[in-house]
Each structure stands twice: as C-alpha cells, then as structure tokens.
C-alpha cells in the first residue's frame, strides 16, 4: 500500500522491533496518543490457556512478528484494538471485540491522519482476524467468501501475516493453497452464483481430485 503516514508514527511503524518501541514509549507516557491505548498495559489479553499477559504484551508480541512490513505493523496494532472497550466486568474475556475494534481502528486512523487503505486494512483486520484464525474450521462457502474478501484487499498479504502472528500457527499456508486453487478453475463467463458454487465445491474436494464444472 502506498501512502504518506504520519512521520513520527511512520518511525514506529518501521523500528525494528516496533512492538518493544510501543511499549517503552507508552511506559514512559510519550508515543501514539490513540484512544484507549494507555490501558492496554493492564487489561488483559484473554483467558489462559490462549492468552497469557495484558493486550500491550500481545500487541507488542504481533507487531514485533511482523516487523518490517510497516502496514502490517499498522494491522497488528489493531487487530485486538476492541479489547480495550471491553468492561471489566468481562475480563479475561472479550465477547464480540472485533466489531468493537472495527470503530476503534477508524478513530485511530483519523488521529493519526493515515490514508483511507490504512483506516479500511486496520479495520478488516479487526473485524476478520478471528474467523481467518479459525479458517480450518470454517465451512467451505465461509472459507471462499472470507478468500475472495481478502484478495480482494490491497493488503491481503499483510493481513494473512498478521493472523499467522496472532494465532501463532501458518494458517495462511492453507488460505493461500486454497485460493491459488479457486484461482485456477475456469470461472470466466460463468455467473456469480455459478462461480461461487463453482469455488465452494473445489474447497469441499479433496485436493487430489478433479473438480466437475459441468452445469448442474
């Protein structure tokens, strides 16, 4: 992605560990100043045995995963950014934080005055970053619409970095396989419905076998 962040955040977004650089500056209550994000130090990440440590150690831990990759540090930082609405009262967990993170990431990106790819690749983040970690599980028509949504993206690459750091596991190793398959089938001249169909049942083989394209 192209663009003309803010310099000072563009710096962070650069270090070579911008996850460590986030949190000394946050300790010593200088860096970004984004809504919500001085709590982050003592709200914690999730229930154990998924989460271990405060949101700042988990952000910090997928920022400084993909490190060199300024737009996917930008996403790493927002990914969990709805935790920090989460009440209290919920702690450890955090029921329904990627909607919440969607506003949450649009707030910071016009605080930061980032571009508009930046605000809408922080905000998919967000919102898809669960379901994409969770993406063996999923259904195959979920799985090619979650596909054809971030390929669809300028920072689909990013993205898939940013969930393989979150879950810790090559989830993308899948989802790229899986897409490069659908990419492969002639789906050209065929309806939308068709083609979906089409993508959904190459995802329900197995992978060794031939997809029909013939008209059902």
Same mark, same amino acid.
Not at 186 to 209: H, W
């Given at each position: ?32 100043? @984004? %809504?919500?994000? +001085?709590?982050?130090?003592?709200? =914690? !990440?999730?229930?154990? &045995?998924? /989460?271990? *440590?405060?949101? #700042? ?19 790493? @930082? %927002?990914?969990? +950014?709805?935790?920090?609405?989460? =009440? !209290?009262?919920?702690? &450890?967990? /955090?029921? *329904?934080?990627? #909607? ?117």
């Amino acid at each position: 992605m192209k663009t003309t962040v803010n310099p000072l955040f563009f710096r962070l977004l650069c270090a070579a560990q911008p996850g460590d650089l986030l949190r000394r500056l946050l300790l010593a209550g200088q860096g970004p100043r @984004l %809504t919500f994000l +001085a709590d982050a130090p003592r709200i =914690p !990440a999730g229930p154990l &045995p998924y /989460h271990a *440590g405060s949101v #700042l150690d988990h952000l910090a831990r997928c920022m400084n995963a993909v490190a060199g990759n300024p737009p996917a540090v930008w996403m790493a @930082l %927002t990914h969990d +950014a709805g935790k920090l609405t989460t =009440p !209290a009262v919920l702690w &450890p967990h /955090h029921y *329904g934080h990627e #909607l919440r993170g969607v506003h949450l990431a649009a707030v910071w990106a016009a605080q930061l005055q980032l571009p508009p790819a930046w605000r809408q690749a922080g905000c998919m983040t967000a919102r898809l970053h669960m379901k994409a970690g969770r993406y063996s599980e999923l259904r195959a028509a979920t799985r090619y619409d979650l596909l054809r949504e971030i390929a669809a993206s300028p920072c689909a690459s990013a993205f898939w970095q940013v969930v393989d750091a979150d879950s810790r596991q090559a989830v993308s190793v899948q989802a790229r396989r899986d897409w490069h398959r659908i990419c492969e089938l002639p789906l050209e001249g065929l309806s939308e419905e068709r083609a979906r169909q089409l993508a959904i049942s190459c995802l329900t083989a197995n992978p060794a076998e031939p997809v029909s394209t013939s008209p059902k």
